[in-house]
């Protein structure tokens, strides 16, 4: 089976490496390359030269496929993560977009440094069978996570697919950092309205309290941790704290009202009034 490769943009140092990547990809059964998941784009790991990165291979099946495809080609992919990370935004170095050319068919493809750390879905899951962090670190993984909301919103970013294992939690310096690597469902929308502000933040606290819980093996989030959550969240989203905490009252009573457990979970958090609280 006939096979080409071509890079279209790429920084000075991911060209190497993409070289690289794209020549074991040509040879489809080049040692240190590993397919490791195959849905609405083939995902390979690259290990070479003492370095990790990402292949991601996009395979259009559906006209939604190839509509978001053709508004966010991979060469545009490639500017939203150098934007990321322009804007102080922890995720993957972006190294090259890249067309690969496969029996006459030409697939669009964004190659991407390797992140440190563990999926926030592992690490909570292991804190439910085993300590797996302190109760210090695991206040930093959520302040962490409130710090990188902040972020994205300061600078305009919402995220689409907020599902757990696309943040990665590093524990490996002194304080825990919380980064994104699931690029593609990042959008800077020319403006960013309060509502859909809002209705994003629901979709990542739906899906993150219980994590949260399971990190501080606790059933229900204490005062003190939403309040430090909350502050953590307006000084990265440069917000006063008041307008911080109208965002995530709205959020909390909206959980409260769509799910019983999420009401006991969120019990001792105040979830009433419009202003900040005292402290």
């Not at 190839?66 to 993560?81: E, G, I, T």
């Not at 993957?92 to 879905?121: C, D, N, Q």
């Not at 305009?156 to 950092?177: A, E, Q, R, Y």
């Amino acid at each position: 089976m006939t096979r080409s490769s071509s890079i279209q943009k790429g920084t000075a140092e991911g060209r190497a490496m993409a070289d690289a990547v794209a020549a074991a990809w040509v040879r489809s059964d080049a040692p240190g390359l590993t397919l490791i998941k195959d849905s609405k784009a083939r995902v390979y790991r690259f290990v070479g030269e003492g370095a990790t990165c990402y292949l991601k291979v996009y395979i259009p099946h559906t006209l939604r496929d190839h509509a978001a495809l053709w508004l966010r080609p991979p060469a545009r992919l490639f500017r939203s993560a150098e934007l990321l990370r322009a804007r102080g935004v922890p995720g993957p170095i972006p190294l090259a977009a890249m067309t690969l050319t496969v029996a006459g068919r030409k697939r669009g493809a964004f190659l991407m440094s390797a992140v440190e750390g563990i999926p926030l879905k592992d690490l909570a899951a292991q804190n439910c069978v085993r300590t797996a962090v302190s109760p210090g670190t695991a206040l930093g993984v959520i302040n962490a996570t409130a710090t990188l909301w902040g972020q994205l919103i300061r600078n305009g970013f919402v995220h689409m697919d907020p599902v757990k294992g696309n943040f990665l939690v590093d524990l490996s310096g002194p304080t825990p950092t919380v980064a994104v690597i699931d690029v593609d469902n990042i959008r800077r929308p020319p403006w960013l309205p309060r509502t859909i502000r809002r209705r994003r933040l629901l979709k990542m606290a739906r899906r993150h309290l219980g994590a949260a819980l399971r990190l501080l093996d606790r059933t229900c989030l204490p005062s003190a941790v939403a309040r430090q959550f909350v502050r953590a969240y307006a000084r990265a989203a440069d917000q006063p704290l008041h307008v911080a905490w109208q965002d995530w009252r709205w959020v909390g009573r909206r959980l409260a009202h769509d799910s019983s457990r999420a009401a006991r979970q969120l019990e001792r958090v105040p979830l009433t009034g419009d202003s900040s609280p005292s402290s």
